[in-house]
């Protein structure tokens, strides 16, 4: 049995399996090594891919390689496109997928990359050479040696599942056993470690379920794919279906508080904000009459439904009783109890933005060991990681995305300089660039750089060759095509508009707030079949030209912050013309440059000037380097 690889994968969930196929597919000899086989890429909590932002972050790691897209597209039977009614900037394709289909999917494209191994056992420590990484050691005592390792453990590390203030059960998902050797060795070496939580919502036979009292939703978007480079075949769409809660729900919720093992005192880890449990909505919001409850498949070939919008860790009997005052779910059967899980994480200001560890050589730490919540984040850092560990052992340069060049840039970012007081969800207002990081515009913008970096296979690298052309010749087309006004006035007679008397460029009809890139392609007889997201990407950069050209120059300042590099020996504690708060904050997070020292909280721009100062005097006295940038 082959024990030696370039790069090692501990875990394999959605962070796990993007880090190690990043790896193999720049070539390095890669092993990804995760208790149970059968589960990788395993949809834990609702089988549901992307929503406001996330969508966009899927659509990113797609562009760079990924695996989420496909196996999205392979397994989707539901699918929304979010915030549509607004601009183009928030849009957050969202897919309901076949839970069965979603793992098999990931495990067929696993299956295709030669640089691959996968192996069945739970690692139990870290192999060390002083203080750099030189392996993993598993449970059965095998060694497994390599110059990079990536964590991606999920809520394995001292997991614990809790159902009421019963006591908590060791498991690292429902069914699994917890990872307590890693966790230790983890903390063994130093490294601060904290505790989080997340929930799960009871999932309900379909067959037991009354809908004629629940909103049907319909999927949409039959043309729209989350994968840009492969085109899988989809499976059957299903409806999903709304409904709410109300008072009677809110007062068995009130009445059982105290069985809660949130509200109880058997849980002390911080819950994520912005996914909170049913007994979190009561309580931090007494005054809302009514909070939704969405009802969603688990598969084409399950009656399972899984009833989105009712986390908790209330006992099973309250469950069932607060399940029959939820309109069409009166006699609604579980299938299974939801729970909460409280687990180990490592604040993540203890990592580069290559996310290596700072203090273990070798070391990288991805997906909900940094706080994260969320399959589209985990998977966004396991590619990072992935990338960089296949990066630092083949001697090539670091692959870090930018702000201004993808929402995984900010969440990276947002990571290491803010950190995590609470489990971390992207959303668009975390990212100021977010009309240049748009989901359909994902593939121009991070195509080429996941080509520079070798994250591409040759299939996917012809593929992109493709969409760039096809993105330039409809640009062109636009910006040099002239159409008479008996093509264009059916169209806009048909809108509402004004009709035109002569002839008008493309690129300027387009700017016209009613008339479409579609429309206007098909009256001018543009070349060749375009695909529809094509034409959406040039209408939106036609029609948002002014908006963008003012991103893409705040853009352009923050780079200009980042050439000013921060040595990572920087002695910030001796910067005396700082504040006290900012040289605390410095030498906690140590910045790579002045931007990202300028998003740390607490340091001010008066801190940034002398920090510059500071900077250049320190570099001159130890003679290393210019005093300018």
Known sequence: METEYRVIVVGGGHAGVEAAAAAARMGVRTLLITP?????GQMSCNPAIGGVAKGVVAREVDALGGVMGRATDASRIHFKMLNESKGPAVWGPRAQCDRGLYPRAVSRILQELSALD???????GLWMEGERVRGVITRGGLRFRAEAVVVTAGTFLRGKIHIGGEGAVDAGRAGEAPSLELAEALEARGLEVARFKTGTPPRVDGRTVDFSKVRVQESGGGAYRFAGYVREEMPPQRQCWMTWTGGELK?????NLQRSALYG??????GPRYCPSIEDKIVKFPDTPRHQVFLEPEGLETSEIYVNGLSTSLPGDVQAEFLRTVPGLERARITKLGYAIEYDYFPPHQLRHTLEVREVEGLFFAGQINGTTGYEEAAGQGLVAGANAAAKVSGAGAFVLGRDQAYIGVLVDDLV????????RLFTSRAEFRLLLRQDNALERLGPLAREAALLTPEQDVALERRLGQRAMVATWFRETSLPPDRVNPLLNEAGGTPVRESARAEELLRRPELGA???????GIPGPVPDEVLHAVEVEVKYAGYVRREAERAGKLREQARFRIPDEAPFERFVTLSREAREKLARVRPGDLGQAGRIPGVSPADLQNLVLEVRRWRGSREIGPKTE
């Open 518 to 524: 579609r429309g206007l392609a098909d009256a001018g």
């Open 417 to 424: 300089t803010r950190g995590v007081d609470e489990p971390y």
């Open 251 to 255: 007062e068995v919720v009130r009445r």
């Open 36 to 40: 149970d086989l059968s589960r990788v």
């Open 265 to 270: 005192g058997e849980i002390a880890g911080q």
């Open 118 to 124: 996968l192996f069945q056992e739970m690692v139990a």
